[in-house]
């Protein structure tokens, strides 16, 4: 399936009142940005330091110049971040026009920014501050959204932000959890995923694809994970989504990117619609008649009727966590030095 996919909105024009009126419609108000608030706040400070420091016996002659140095570069850095923020906050609005365009172009809804949703992927529900920003959904259809999204984790000197891409695809049926970590993301240490899985979970799968993804699935689901992933799937999948990580989850499929999208690019475009048309529809096609035999129908009638109960046995919803390498391989770094210390190797 392909769609015919208007790009033009992407590189055009933009002016300050198409900024003002999205920030309207997005509930981001007409107010002054923090930016320039900051540079208002700039402004005042210097001249306080200015008064503080002589400048006034400076302008009257009555003292030297070289007092003011120090202050003047104290204001030149403080202006110079202040606009930056100013810049960056513009041109990052001026972004969210040509998407907001992109978006009415192509049957899409466009949002700035909003609390990220409860989804169940790997990446969502962990730390705090989670924002997705920004991000796009079908206006209509089968629920789809492509985006990006970030959290934080820790607390001041060791707080760290997380950011990733993603895209979702909304299933007809339940499945059970299993996820295709891709190759081509990973470091020496194991998974760019925040969690790691145990690896008796593992399967693998025929032709070359265990060279593109690690693919997880719950024991004694191994019939079941090969029922979904067939030849013409797994073909789709080294084509088209490689460099990316996809979860299957109750019925929901995600992919995940390491880095956040650069949603202004139509390269970047082309190819998650065609994640969203071509692996997302072969998605749904695979499984739109799948049944967790583990679980039997709910009454004899729906029995008789040939019902597939929409659901999974518990063994079968998550995947177990495992040990992450890094972790491991911190911990054995840790213990070697403290055993090398202690032992007077190292003095």
């Given at each position: 399936m392909s769609?015919?996919v208007?790009?033009?909105p992407?590189t055009?024009d933009?002016?300050r009142?198409d900024?003002?009126?999205l920030k309207?419609?997005q ?10 608030l900051?540079?208002?706040v ?5 001249v306080?330091?200015?008064v503080?420091?002589?400048g006034?016996?400076?302008l009257?002659?009555q003292?030297?110049p070289?007092?003011?140095l120090?202050v003047g570069i104290?204001v ?6 202040a606009?930056?923020g100013v810049?960056g906050s ?6 969210f026009?040509r998407?907001d365009r992109?978006?009415?172009a192509?049957?899409?809804?466009f949002?700035?920014?909003?609390p990220a949703?409860?989804y169940s ?6 730390g ?8 796009l959904?079908?206006a209509?259809g089968r ?8 959290y934080?984790?820790?607390?001041g000197?060791?707080r760290?932000?997380?950011r990733?891409g993603?895209?979702v ?8 959890h299993?996820?295709l ?9 194991g998974t760019?995923l925040?969690?790691?899985f145990d690896?008796d979970?593992v399967?693998s ?5 265990d060279?593109?993804f690690t693919?997880?699935?719950p024991?004694e689901?191994?019939t079941?994970?090969l029922y979904v992933f067939?030849?013409?799937?797994m ?6 989504a ?10 929901w499929?995600f992919?995940y990117s390491?880095n956040p999208f650069?949603?202004?690019?139509p390269?970047v475009w ?6 969203v ?11 739109e ?6 679980v ?7 029995a008789l009727?040939?019902a ?6 518990p ?6 966590r ?5 972790a ?11 055993i090398?210390?202690s032992s007077?190797l190292l003095r």
């Open positions: 769609r015919a208007d790009y033009a992407l055009s933009v002016t009142a900024v003002r009126a309207q419609a509930g981001s108000g007409s107010g002054v940005a923090p930016a320039v900051l540079a208002v700039g402004g005042i400070i210097a306080i330091a200015f503080a420091a002589g006034v016996g400076v009257a002659g003292s030297s070289s007092r003011l120090p104290v030149l850095i403080g202006a110079g971040i606009a930056g810049l513009q041109g990052r609005w001026r972004d026009v998407l992109f978006a009415r192509n049957g899409l809804v949002r700035a920014s909003d949703p409860a992927g790997a990446i969502f529900g962990r705090g501050s989670r924002t997705v920003s920004p991000h959904m079908a209509s629920f789809t959204e492509i985006g990006n999204y970030e934080t984790t820790g607390s000197k060791n760290r932000t997380h990733w993603f895209a695809v909304r299933l007809d049926r339940r499945l059970p299993m996820v970590d891709s190759r081509a993301n990973n470091s020496f240490l760019n925040p969690v790691a690896r979970q399967l799968l025929e032709g070359d694809f060279r593109h693919l997880y699935c024991r689901y191994e079941d994970a067939t030849p013409d799937l073909a789709l999948l080294i084509d088209e490689s460099p990316f990580d996809v979860e299957i989850v109750d019925d499929m992919v390491t650069v949603l202004t690019q390269a082309d190819r998650l619609l065609r994640i048309d071509l692996v997302g529809v072969k998605m749904v096609q695979r499984t008649r799948y049944r967790d035999e583990r039997a129908p709910t009454t004899a009638a729906s009727a040939g597939l109960p929409d659901v999974v046995a063994q079968g919803r998550r995947l177990r495992g040990f992450p390498v890094a491991v391989v911190i911990v054995v770094i840790v213990v070697v030095g403290w090398a210390l007077g």
